[in-house]
């Protein structure tokens, strides 16, 4: 699976962005489609994911309530609505697509394919 992620600018803290991840073929209803995301000198944490067949969603704790995930499935895409933003969510947002076994949704090795990423800064 390619993936293509986009979306990602400049804005000022409170605002918003929308992010997409457009998938190379339409067997992405097989799979998980998450987004993980990377500040300099941090490790990769893990922001949110969409179960493609069972309509589940996943955040992490502290994106609840700010960001949503959601898709299009005749586009085979995937977004991520990002709403009160604030510097701390300044990072390189990557999605990614995986169906692992035994695995945590919520950890890197579960998506095996990955896109090349977007930057997202916000200004204080």
């Known amino acids: 699976v390619q993936l293509q992620a986009s979306g990602g600018g400049l804005v000022q803290a409170g605002g918003s962005l929308r992010l997409s991840c457009a998938a190379s073929?339409?067997?992405?209803?097989?799979?998980?489609v998450g987004w993980f995301r990377q500040a300099p000198g941090l490790e990769r944490d893990f922001v949110a994911a969409?179960?493609?067949?069972?309509?589940?969603?996943y955040y992490a704790d502290s994106m609840k309530g700010r960001f949503t995930i959601s898709k299009d499935n005749a586009k085979a895409t995937v977004y991520l609505q990002m709403n009160s933003l604030q510097p701390e969510d300044t990072a390189v947002y990557y999605c990614?697509?995986?169906?692992?076994?035994?695995?945590?949704?919520?950890?890197?090795?579960?998506?095996?394919?990955w896109g090349q990423g977007t930057q997202v800064t916000v200004s204080s």
């Open positions: 990614a697509a995986g169906r692992g076994i035994g695995v945590q949704i919520t950890d890197a090795a579960y998506f095996s394919s």
């Open positions: 073929v339409r067997t992405i209803s097989n799979y998980v």
């Open positions: 969409i179960s493609w067949r069972a309509l589940s969603t």
